[in-house]
């Protein structure tokens, strides 16, 4: 299993730019994330999905659209990027909420806009 | 709304001295608790979860936390730290309802050889 995977690993873009960022996860969970990281704030949720063509808000959609057509693929679209755009992405994805469940994670994508 | 704080943003401690990072979160309903770390330059790994049970648990590389319902606490400990313990580390909450993993903003822990 590749389990979590996400591309690209950095990310430069301009002021205005849109662009998607993959993730795919080989494990058939149902559950599946967006957050970002910057420092002092913890990682904040984007974006989530508990299953194929459901999505969900999290604490900080703004400027982000995700769709899920597939179990395995979650991409997040940045529409018009912006400095505040600036993080780091982590996706993630898990099985649930019950027993054992835990969340996966992705290696990241660091995302900088001039 | 749900939220998790952690009290201490960054901590310093020498080699073999004891840690506890605190947090607590919000939220009356049934949750899930853990402690992530990432150490420099990588993802999130997990360090212990808690579902039910016996509220002390044990996680890898000797951590461990105790989860007291009464206080909305998971706190984490570790009698003796080691300089390869020097990561960011995060508590988080997951709401049974809605599947969704809320984090608390992360510590920062310096060990000094």
């Known amino acids: 299993n590749a389990g979590v995977t996400q591309t690209p690993k950095f990310q430069v873009l301009k002021t205005g730019q849109s662009m998607t960022l993959q993730c795919a996860q080989d494990?058939?969970?149902?559950?599946m994330s967006w957050y970002r990281q910057d420092p002092g704030m913890g990682l904040r949720l984007i974006h989530y999905?508990?299953?194929?063509?459901?999505?969900d808000q999290g604490e900080v959609p703004n400027g982000y659209n995700v769709s899920r057509s597939t179990t395995e693929d979650f991409p997040l679209r940045l529409l018009s990027a912006a400095p505040s755009q600036t993080s780091v992405y982590f996706c993630?994805?898990?099985?649930?909420?019950?027993?054992?469940?835990?969340?996966?994670f992705g290696p990241g994508t660091r995302l900088t806009v001039l | 709304a749900q939220s998790v704080s952690q009290h201490n943003h960054h901590v310093i401690l020498s080699e073999a001295a004891s840690l506890e990072l605190g947090c607590n979160y919000s939220?009356?309903?049934?949750?899930?608790l853990f402690w992530y770390v990432q150490y420099p330059g990588q993802h999130l790994q997990l360090l212990l979860k808690y579902f039910s049970g016996d509220p002390l648990v044990k996680g890898i590389k000797g951590f461990e936390a105790e989860f007291i319902k009464s206080k909305f606490s998971f706190n984490l400990r570790k009698p003796s730290v080691q300089w390869s313990d020097t990561a960011e580390y995060f508590c988080?909450?997951?709401?049974?309802?809605?599947?969704?993993?809320?984090f608390g903003q992360g510590t920062t822990l310096q060990v000094k050889p």
């Open positions: 988080a909450v997951n709401n049974h309802n809605t599947g969704k993993l809320i």
């Open positions: 939220y009356g309903g049934t949750v899930n």
């Open positions: 993630a994805s898990s099985s649930g909420t019950s027993g054992g469940a835990r969340e996966f």
């Open positions: 999905s508990v299953g194929a063509g459901i999505t």
């Open positions: 494990m058939n969970h149902e559950y």
